[in-house]
């Protein structure tokens, strides 16, 4: 059964009914007004429709304002998303009876017309193109998730609505709902054509109606238009005679459109569709007359007030310095904002040489974004990268096969004039890009003879790669969190040459379904001769909630880790996982960050030796940081670095706490926080490297921006 994304409004005794508010009218002049024969670039769509056609309606009632008199800043393409969002926010701070904050999050659900105009009322109307509608996939993880149309929209979005006039809805059919249903069927009648009459007065004052029809059928049913005097529009069908003043049967849905005419002579009004196959209809007025038939009648007035208090802006002031490294500076990148907050969602930071940096992220529409700043660049670079390179016979196709789920994504380079992405797609396919400084720049591609299923595009992505001027320096290794629970390494070289290998690290059911990853490769760097190791290891979440990993020894087989298994249930399942280490005198000493059930930041620990495979002999955990307040927020990313500073090995962990603080901490120092809860957006993807010493990090801003923050000055 299709789903209703119409609700009822019901009665409310806080809705305004509609009065007449224009010059009286002859009866002549009510014989016949249509608002589309006078204005028809008023009444253009601008977009398909949503599933949503409450939004579509109040959109479209909108648009026809914004062209209608002076209007000043009233957007003439409102973003259907941005009502969707704070129509569902102001419900949930109503329930909360708190609306100070905004909700930790919304559902993806249908609306009310009450609910849509109250937000375009209380927040106003932002340009489509600043928060665009997208289609909301079914990424099922077993819980509800934050992502796409439930995310809120940027504070720049809220501040250019707030310069519109403010719109005052009003309602027509304003009776309350205990009244009406004890009215025998020709009171319902009466009551009917009052709420008609209302209409084309209000047509005829120069506005649109907005209102709501229940279907009688599995689909839209209509006649086919007459040859002349129908304008080239259908008419929907007529009431079934055995549902009329009855209603329509329950598994049947409601629309909401808006009405733009009326013909009194042959007793229709014109209706503009929010459906995606007819953009007008005619409908009888006796769908009207109907009370069972239509209800939830409204329109929509500009006051002529303005003032709405702008939106209080997330300020770089509520920002901490880390004063050892230097002062804390703060870029946002621009148009920035679509970034994917799904669950092990991603931003990969890089830097191939000091005075280069480069983050990408997936966005919520599925496409792979750069932004970079060179040493001549004033201000940040941003592209979008090709899916359809190179070009071939399946260009589109083969485009269409790497687009990414908007979920991780990393970069790994050993080289000053090239990288390398990886993310997956849709299909399961891992899926590369590979960038060069000379032209062509980009080469993209499916890994492993273009297979689909590879990964489980939900779960989490990891890649390394060996070390700069070394025999490893283009040796790629990428894991992924196979669809039946495996744990695989695909060893791969850069785009233009080498070929590809898959390997099952881990077999079937061995890993959480979606569980986050953690890869590290490094190099023993005291050694003396002039073969280098390099000492792979890769970690991840059980289904029985522990931590686990595996290395790989000499023989190019995987080991583990550690000897004993962790303890079941001491992870939660969804925490993200991120490892630092240092290496000294022949061996790596690892630290596993995680977060457990109830929040608590705890890290594993492992010692292993260069020179051997020998696991380490039990796993060892600990407790991190005495801070109440440095509890992991259950859909915190995480990400680790580790680095020489002045020749010492030093490493870094971020995540964010309950109350959607930032917090950085080591192994070797307790939390250090670095924002309070309006600085970064909850549930934030990060990023995390080190530029010239010192650690460069990306992060979704509360404002909604991304923004990249670091310590001292960056030479661009």
């Not at 002579?265 to 007819?278: G, Y």
Request: charge should be negative; hydrophobic fraction near 35%; charged fraction near 25%.
């Amino acid at each position: 059964m299709v789903r209703n994304w119409y609700q009822p409004d019901g009665f409310d005794t806080n809705d305004k009914p509609y009065i007449y508010n224009a010059e009286a009218k002859d009866k002549n002049d009510l014989m016949s007004v249509n608002l589309l024969a006078s204005n028809p670039v008023n009444l253009e769509r601008y977009a398909s429709p949503t599933e949503i056609p409450v939004l579509d309606a109040v959109c479209a009632a909108i648009r026809f304002l914004a062209y209608s008199g002076d209007n000043g800043h009233l957007v003439t393409e409102p973003s259907r998303r941005f009502i969707y969002y704070n129509a569902r926010a102001l419900t949930a701070m109503d329930e909360a009876k708190d609306h100070t904050q905004w909700p930790r999050r919304v559902s993806h659900r249908p609306l009310k017309i009450r609910e849509a105009l109250r937000a375009v009322t209380v927040y106003g109307a932002s340009l489509e193109y600043r928060f665009q509608w997208l289609v909301e996939e079914e990424f099922d993880y077993g819980y509800e998730v934050v992502w796409g149309i439930n995310e809120r929209p940027t504070d720049l979005a809220y501040n250019e609505a707030s310069k519109g006039p403010i719109l005052e809805p009003y309602r027509l059919d304003h009776y309350r709902s205990e009244e009406v249903n004890m009215l025998d069927d020709h009171e319902l009648a009466v009551l009917g054509t009052l709420t008609l009459s209302k209409v084309r007065l209000c047509i005829a004052e120069g506005y649109p109606v907005i209102f709501a029809f229940h279907l009688y059928w599995d689909s839209f049913r209509y006649v086919e238009p007459a040859q002349s005097g129908d304008q080239g529009y259908p008419t929907i069908a007529m009431i079934p005679a055995s549902r009329r003043l009855a209603g329509p049967p329950k598994e049947h849905t409601t629309q909401a459109a808006l009405i733009v005419a009326f013909d009194h002579i042959k007793r229709r009004v014109l209706v503009q569709s929010m459906m995606v196959p007819v953009s007008f209809f005619w409908m009888s007025y006796e769908w009207i007359i109907d009370a069972r038939a239509t209800e939830s009648f409204w329109m929509l007035r500009n006051s002529g007030k303005r003032g709405r208090r702008e939106i209080e802006n997330s300020s770089d002031g509520k920002w901490y310095n880390w004063q050892i490294l230097g002062s804390w500076t703060l870029k946002r990148i621009p148009e920035s904002y679509d970034v994917s907050q799904l669950p092990n969602s991603s931003i990969a930071v890089i830097s191939r040489q000091e005075g280069y940096l480069d983050v990408f992220w997936i966005s919520a529409h599925c496409t792979v974004e750069r932004a970079y700043r060179e040493p001549l660049d004033k201000e940040w670079k941003r592209e979008t990268v090709p899916l359809d390179f190179p070009p071939g016979e399946d260009k589109e196709r083969e485009a269409e096969a790497k687009v990414p789920l908007p979920g991780a994504i990393v970069a790994v380079s050993a080289h000053i004039d090239k990288l390398d992405i990886f993310w997956m797609s849709k299909n399961g396919a891992i899926c590369n890009g590979s960038w060069r400084h000379a032209e062509p720049k980009w080469y993209t591609r499916r890994v492993l003879q273009k297979q689909d299923g590879i990964a489980e595009p939900r779960a989490g992505l990891a890649a390394t790669i060996g070390q700069r001027d070394t025999p490893s320096k283009d040796k790629i290794n990428v894991y992924c969190v196979g669809p039946d629970g495996s744990i695989k390494n695909i060893a791969t070289t850069r785009s233009w040459t080498g070929t590809d290998t898959v390997t099952i690290v881990s077999g079937s059911g061995t890993a959480y379904q979606y569980t986050s990853l953690s890869a590290v490769a490094v190099d023993d760097l005291d050694r003396d001769d002039s073969s280098t190791r390099l000492t792979e290891t890769v970690a991840w979440i059980t289904p029985e909630g522990s931590i686990t990993g595996k290395r790989l020894a000499k023989d190019s087989s995987w080991v583990e880790i550690w000897e004993t298994k962790g303890q079941p249930n001491i992870a939660h399942k969804r925490s993200h996982i991120s490892t630092t280490y240092f290496a000294t005198h022949g061996s790596i000493h690892l630290y596993f960050f995680y977060g457990q059930p109830h929040g608590k930041l705890r890290y594993g620990f492992a010692t292993l030796s260069f020179s051997n495979d020998t696991p380490y002999s039990e796993y060892e955990d600990d407790w991190y940081g005495p801070q109440e307040d440095g509890m992991v927020q259950e859909n915190s990313d995480m990400k680790a670095v580790s680095w020489k500073y002045k020749g010492q090995w030093t490493d870094l962990v971020l995540w964010q706490n309950k109350d959607s603080r930032l917090f950085m901490g080591s192994y070797a120092f307790d939390p250090i926080q670095l924002s309070d809860n309006h600085g970064v957006r909850r549930g934030s993807p990060f990023g995390l490297a080190i530029y010239g010493e010192k650690p460069i990090m990306a992060m979704k801003l509360d404002d909604g921006f991304i923004g990249v923050g670091y310590w001292g000055s960056l030479d661009f």
